[in-house]
């Protein structure tokens, strides 16, 4: 069955970019392709999901701040975490975007617990994402 909300246009998806082929085959191995790998924003929520190892909901009232972000290389590719309470969902290392947290949340990162601040995801469209989270009146722009 379809979402309702889907047919009156207050759901969009954007998809992850999983990156070059050979690291999509990678993923592929994990069960992560395009079609279940994304951000959704509704009116109540942003969703973000990458494959079966990781699915996290956070209210539009939960987020502080969405912006560009640099992820530089030795931070590495898939479902990542950094030191400062970050999940990345990164197949590709530019048109990064990430989300800022109001409040730590706890997630499951595959099947480990971890205190988030943000998620951080490589999207094909990441000004088509940031519009859409910064027209939601709680949400501030930048880094």
Do not use: K
């Not at 992560?32 to 790998?37: A, L």
């Not at 971890?114 to 990441?126: F, I, K, N, T």
């Amino acid at each position: 069955m379809t979402d309702p909300r889907a047919a009156t246009g207050d759901v969009r998806r954007f998809h992850l970019d999983l990156g070059n082929p050979l690291l999509r085959l990678l993923f592929l191995l994990f069960f992560t392709r395009r079609s279940n790998s994304y951000v959704e924003v509704d009116d109540v929520a942003v969703h973000f999901r990458m494959g079966p190892l990781f699915r996290q909901s956070v209210p539009l009232d939960g987020v502080e701040g969405v912006g560009v972000r640099h992820w530089h290389w030795l931070l590495g590719w898939g479902w990542r975490y950094d030191l400062r309470g970050t999940v990345g969902l990164i197949g590709a290392r530019s048109r990064v975007v990430e989300v800022r947290l109001r409040e730590p949340r706890r997630v499951r990162l595959a099947l480990f617990p971890l205190r988030c601040r943000g998620v951080a995801a490589s999207v094909e469209e990441p000004e088509a994402l940031i519009a859409a989270l910064q027209s939601a009146p709680s949400v501030r722009s930048g880094t």
